[in-house]
């Protein structure tokens, strides 16, 4: 029977912790106040993904909201919120992450109207709607080359919704440099992909494509 305890973890946090206070005494010290992030991060639950290790930043460097399948939702006030007080604290990037070997997207690829437990299916929904507006980028691909382009259209959708967002566009609108950015990780080799240019405001939104 597997433990209950998560005592181990707390000794791993300890000797981490001791660690890095070895190497500089003021390692959180400096972070215990305030925080001011160059980057905002917005990417999927998944645990294979983890943005501060895979971008090697340290504490205080990016303000992180992750969701199943990474989405960026008008409608998500958690999401909403926290790209607005990304903005707040001063983020100068947004970074809107997929991952390949999605499980979110996967669902939004395969998944029929009955499929999946109820909650996730509901947000899965999402990934559906991205996949059938882009119905003919898919059409004919095998599984999982669609399942890749899947993973990067909607990230792709991600950044549209990021830049039509009102953080983003009250952000533009008050003359704040705030680029959005897109990129795919993929856990087979932890490398990250951009996959458009940054946009820096409302015009770099027509730099996408119309199928996105
Ligand atoms: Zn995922």
């Known amino acids: 029977m597997a433990s209950s305890s998560i005592s181990h973890l707390l000794e791993n946090n300890k000797k981490w912790s001791e660690a890095c206070c070895s190497k500089d005494s003021d390692y959180f010290s400096k972070w215990a106040t305030s925080q001011s992030p160059e980057y905002f991060y917005i990417g999927c639950a998944d645990s294979r993904v983890s943005p501060d290790m895979a971008m090697d930043l340290p504490p205080g460097s990016i303000f992180v909201h992750r969701n199943l399948g990474g989405l960026v939702n008008h409608k998500d006030l958690n999401a909403m919120s926290c790209l607005e007080y990304a903005l707040v604290l001063g983020v100068k990037h947004v970074i809107v992450s997929g991952h390949y070997n999605c499980g979110a997207c996967k669902g939004g690829l395969l998944w029929g109207p009955t499929d999946g437990p109820p909650l996730t299916a509901a947000t899965v929904a999402?990934?559906?709607?991205?996949?059938?507006?882009?119905?003919?980028?898919?059409?004919?691909?095998?599984?999982?080359?669609?399942?890749?382009?899947?993973?990067?259209?909607?990230?792709?959708?991600?950044?549209?919704?990021?830049?039509?967002?009102?953080?983003?566009?009250?952000?533009?609108?008050?003359?704040?440099k705030v680029a959005v950015h897109g990129v795919v990780y993929n856990p087979a080799d932890g490398k990250l992909k951009e996959i458009c240019e940054p946009i820096t405001g409302p015009e770099g939104l027509k730099s996408l494509t119309d199928t996105y």
């Open 126 to 176: 999402d990934v559906k709607a991205v996949k059938e507006m882009n119905a003919a980028q898919l059409e004919g691909l095998p599984q999982d080359q669609a399942w890749d382009k899947l993973v990067e259209l909607n990230t792709m959708n991600g950044v549209k919704n990021a830049c039509t967002s009102m953080p983003v566009g009250n952000a533009w609108k008050e003359g704040k």
